[in-house]
């Protein structure tokens, strides 16, 4: 039976990267964003949702679960930020981050370990942001939201370990995607000088993480987190 791997926000950057490098390595692969995706292979099924939808993401699950495959991996990979001063940052906006942003994965994270504790095997990797260590000002409400994933991350670590399940986190550095395309040059190229390489993070960079978490020998790591560019 071939395992399979869910990534959350593969219509575009990261994610379709991620999904599509995926499928090449033999996983077949579940995606899901809001919008349709411009993914097309065999091994690849698209789910149109939304992710501050628990009713949407239960529903998924269900279907995942029909499919002639192990479910074995969840990339947590979809995510929003405000960008935004906090003295301007009105409650709704903090509401939608904290929703898709930990409330999601949560949901997400809940409902794939009830399907990969039937296998004894599973691995989830939850997306942070090095905007927590460093305490990036600007993004107060988004860095709060990925503090929680990394709290939760490691909690949860302990619940499904007995499940053969691990748990453990990703937080790139700035990559050029849709996430920082608003953010100006200067403000980016200050957090890159924070960092003990100072470069901007490459896809490649973070299917390199994931691509250890995943790995069947990896299964005594969990509970951790690597960020990109070394702080």
């Keep these: 039976m071939k395992k399979s791997v869910l990534v959350t926000g593969s219509s575009k950057g990261i994610g379709k990267f991620l999904a599509e490098a995926l499928l090449d390595q033999g996983y077949y692969v579940f995606g899901c964003s809001r919008g349709a995706s411009s993914i097309e292979h065999n091994d690849y099924t698209h789910f149109e949702l939304n992710l501050d939808n628990e009713k949407d993401i239960v529903n ?10 192990q479910f074995y991996g969840l990339i947590n990979n979809a995510g929003i930020a405000s960008m935004n001063h906090a003295l301007l940052t009105p409650k709704k906006t903090v509401s939608k981050i904290i929703d898709i942003n930990f409330v999601s994965t949560f949901i ?24 927590v260590p ?63 390489i100072k470069r901007f993070g490459l896809f490649e960079d973070v299917l390199n993480v994931i691509n250890f978490y995943l790995k069947k020998e990896s299964n005594f790591v969990t509970g951790q987190k690597i960020y990109l560019g070394g702080l």
């Design 60 to 69: 998924m699950f269900k279907a995942i679960r029909t499919s002639n495959t």
């Design 108 to 131: 997400c994270a809940r409902e794939a370990s009830k399907l990969m504790k039937k296998h004894k095997e599973g691995r989830i990797v939850n997306f942070s942001t090095i905007a």
């Design 134 to 196: 460093i305490g990036l000002q600007g993004e107060a409400v988004y860095a709060a939201s990925k503090s929680a994933v990394e709290t939760f991350t490691k909690c949860f670590s302990k619940e499904v370990a007995d499940f053969g399940i691990t748990v453990n986190i990703l937080g790139p550095n700035p990559i050029e995607t849709d996430l920082i395309k608003n953010v100006e040059n200067q403000k980016l190229n200050n957090v890159v000088n924070m960092q003990t």
